[in-house]
């Protein structure tokens, strides 16, 4: 019997644990040109979605205020499935996290983050988890870089 209630035991925590080990952790680093420091700078993963950026991304990532020239952020895992960009912002109202009223200060750089809950499934080539996709069959699937952001004029 006690063996029956381990076996019972442990088979419930693998199945509640299948959220934690379904996807696979990622993070993506880039290099930052052109920013200036103390500006109230943030990172920040954002939903990008025809041509719009959608406030419903993750917590963000404060950038240093010496803005050292690279960075690296730890992306989500509690984000719906599909596009999104990372992005440098102004935090207005000072309250680390990218929301309305911020102004994104870095240029589109072409490319997409997508998340995907199988392979192939916003676009071809992709796999499931995290991808960086750049319009071409030119997909990063396993090592996310050289996501560069620049900034915009007088950023």
């Given at each position: 019997?006690?063996?029956?209630?381990?076996?019972?035991?442990?088979?419930?925590?693998?199945?509640?644990?299948?959220?934690?080990?379904?996807?696979?952790?990622?993070?993506?680093s880039?290099?930052?040109?052109?920013?200036?420091?103390?500006?109230?700078?943030?990172?920040?993963v954002?939903?990008?979605?025809?041509?719009?950026?959608?406030?419903?991304?993750s917590?963000?990532?404060?950038?240093?205020?010496?803005?050292?020239?690279?960075?690296?952020?730890?992306?989500?895992?509690?984000?719906?499935?599909?596009?999104?960009?990372?992005?440098?912002?102004?935090d207005?109202?000072?309250?680390?996290?990218?929301?309305?009223?911020?102004?994104?200060?870095?240029?589109?750089?072409?490319?997409?983050?997508?998340y995907?809950?199988?392979?192939?499934?916003?676009?071809?080539?992709?796999?499931?988890?995290?991808?960086?996709?750049?319009?071409?069959?030119?997909?990063?699937?396993?090592?996310?870089?050289?996501?560069?952001?620049?900034a915009?004029?007088?950023?």
């Open positions: 019997m006690k063996k029956i209630l381990a076996v019972a035991t442990l088979g419930t925590l693998a199945l509640s644990s299948c959220s934690i080990f379904g996807t696979r952790s990622a993070a993506v880039g290099q930052l040109k052109g920013f200036s420091p103390n500006q109230n700078l943030g990172l920040a954002v939903g990008y979605n025809n041509g719009q950026y959608t406030a419903n991304g917590e963000p990532q404060v950038i240093d205020k010496f803005l050292t020239g690279g960075y690296t952020l730890a992306l989500p895992r509690n984000v719906p499935y599909g596009t999104y960009r990372v992005v440098v912002f102004r207005a109202n000072n309250n680390g996290r990218f929301d309305t009223g911020d102004v994104v200060l870095s240029r589109d750089n072409g490319k997409l983050l997508v995907a809950s199988r392979d192939n499934q916003f676009f071809q080539g992709t796999k499931y988890g995290w991808n960086i996709y750049n319009g071409t069959s030119d997909i990063q699937t396993e090592i996310l870089n050289n996501y560069d952001l620049q915009v004029a007088g950023g």
